[in-house]
DNA sequence: ACCTGAACACCGTTCAAGT
DNA sequence: ACCTGAACACCGTTCAAGT
């Protein structure tokens, strides 16, 4: 069929790491049960990837290539809004790359695709490079800060468990907490504690923004 | 001396255990060499602690003791300002502390001194239970993500790092990445950005706090 | 009651050897 | 050129035994 004999190759061993990650998570994934699925010895891989951490970051390659770019019209705030949900989408879709982004940064020519339509959207805005980076970080931080410590579907266990935690306080040492138990276990995680946020900070940035278009029209 | 003849005690292991974090890191920490740096046998410390995540989660709780409340006079910008600091310092003095919370979510009393600080700053502006839980979640959020997807001293190789794959970009399919290297480049972590950022967020909570005490006044 | 070595079922990776 | 088993230096944890 192909020039070539080989039953694997980089881009094949990446994808079936990556289906792997989705499957199971980061914990379950080795390199020799790796090996097993695609049915090569342990060391075959060593001739694609140098190492494992190599291995994760061709597998977070494969992930962002999933990003669905978004369109060009409206005004910032729907746009932005826009771009982190297709970003929040292809987060839901591989779970562990948030984790996979905690133990090293991308450095993965697609991975940029994102950075592009972000920075586009706050650079078309009016902001200064210096100002549109720094926003697009905060954005970033959030979105997989989310995603890594309150996920779109926190396990109903854990939410007990963080109830059971909490009515465990005595009232007179924790009165703003114990007041508010139920309210606290809602934020924990899930869809409306994530739009709660980034309609927030999307106010501060449309404030900017205003800003500049105000600043500009004057001039 | 006291009371009991063993060499260590869940308060002893869960300290030596924190320590260990803070110098070499999570990767760094066995139960066989805590063992070791304890002077027992690895299966000893299993009679104090029922799993290796048990453990984490009491090194995490002996962590969270470092958090220092902070004055409670000032108007909500200031008094959140200086609690997240705290919080933040804590996260400087345990690096790690980010790590672990996105491994598993902390339920230990001591750690609620946060949530109770956070929260009360929130109440006594005006919010209701169900907003103040939201915002403070938002806080969380941002704190943990900054520390762990850009923390205080970036080390200057990962800025390298990710300056060379910018600079591999073409400039035709990534204009606005390759317009902003260097803009880019600074934002990925350092004190300068996470104040950026939490100033922000800082916004647009005071514009809703100045919403809810005009209603209140108006009444 | 408290401690612990041996053993089991795993890891990532080096090395030397196979075709 | 491509593949891989054996071996090494690690893991967390169970079990059975020591005092």
Known sequence: MSTRMSKVNRDV?????????????????SMRRLADRLGVGTMTLYGYVRSKDELLDAAVGAATEDYEPVPTDGGVRERLRAH????????????????????????????????????????????????????????FVY???????????PPPEQRRRVRAALLMLPEDAFPAVTSATEEIVASIGGR????????????????????????????
Do not use: C, K, N
């Open 13 to 29: 061993i990446a994808r079936e790491a990556l289906a792997m990650l989705d499957e199971e998570g980061l914990d379950a994934l």
């Open 84 to 139: 982190v949900q297709a970003v929040r989408r292809m987060l839901e879709r591989h779970p562990s790359l948030a984790q996979l982004r905690a133990r090293q940064p991308i450095v993965q020519a697609p991975a940029f695709g994102m950075t592009e339509r972000g920075m586009q959207i706050l650079l078309d805005a009016g902001f200064p490079p210096d100002e549109a980076a720094r926003l697009f970080r905060v954005l």
């Open 143 to 153: 979105q997989f800060g989310s995603a890594l410590f309150g996920p779109d579907e």
């Open 192 to 219: 409306e504690q994530f739009e709660f946020g980034l309609e927030l900070i999307l106010d501060a940035i449309e404030a900017r923004a205003a800003r500049y278009s105000a600043a500009r029209s004057h001039q």
